[in-house]
Each structure stands twice: as C-alpha cells, then as structure tokens.
C-alpha cells in the first residue's frame, strides 16, 4: 500500500492525501508537480532515476482504516542534483 508521503521531498511543501500536486517515483519518493517542473533534471527521480508519475488520490472513506504516512521526508540537497546510481 503507498504510504502517501505528507510533503515534497525538495521543498517541503505539503502535499496532502487529495493532492493532485504529487508526484512519486516506484519507490514512493515524493516531489511537487512545481519541483520537477523547475529543478529535476529530466523530470526523473534524483535518489532512483526512476520516472515520476502523478501520485494516486486514496478515496476518503478509506485514509481512516488506511491512514496517509506523517513521515516527513526533506532532502534539499537532491534537488536538481545528479541521479543516485
């Protein structure tokens, strides 16, 4: 199930379960629509290489049983920097 991170891991931005502003790579790396856009080289994931997909909205009836993560993940340094290899 993706854990539905709470915000970009550029610049911190939340980015909340219903948001359509969300991108992840496969391994649920979590950016901004405006982060990629403007500072990820080639629109691809800089900790994985892997593309990046608008994130899934889970429905609201379920994020009670199946909450979104409140793990926040903020790398600055990542962004625009080279893809990890």
């Known amino acids: ?3 539905l991170r709470p915000n970009c891991e550029c610049c911190g931005r ?9 991108l ?9 629509v405006e982060c990629v856009r403007t500072k990820l080289p080639g629109g691809l994931c800089p900790n994985c290489g ?6 899934p909205i889970r429905p609201a009836g379920k994020l009670t049983q199946f909450p979104a993560s409140a793990e926040r993940i903020h790398r600055p340094e990542r962004c625009g920097g ?3 290899t």
């Not at 992840?24 to 901004?32: A, G, L, V």
């Not at 892997?50 to 994130?55: A, S, T």
């Open 24 to 32: 992840i790579c496969s391994f649920e790396c979590t950016w901004c």
């Open 14 to 22: 939340d980015l909340p379960p219903d948001s359509r502003d969300a």
């Open 50 to 55: 892997g593309e990046l997909l608008r994130r």
């Open 1 to 3: 199930m993706l854990a």
């Open 82 to 84: 080279p893809v990890a």
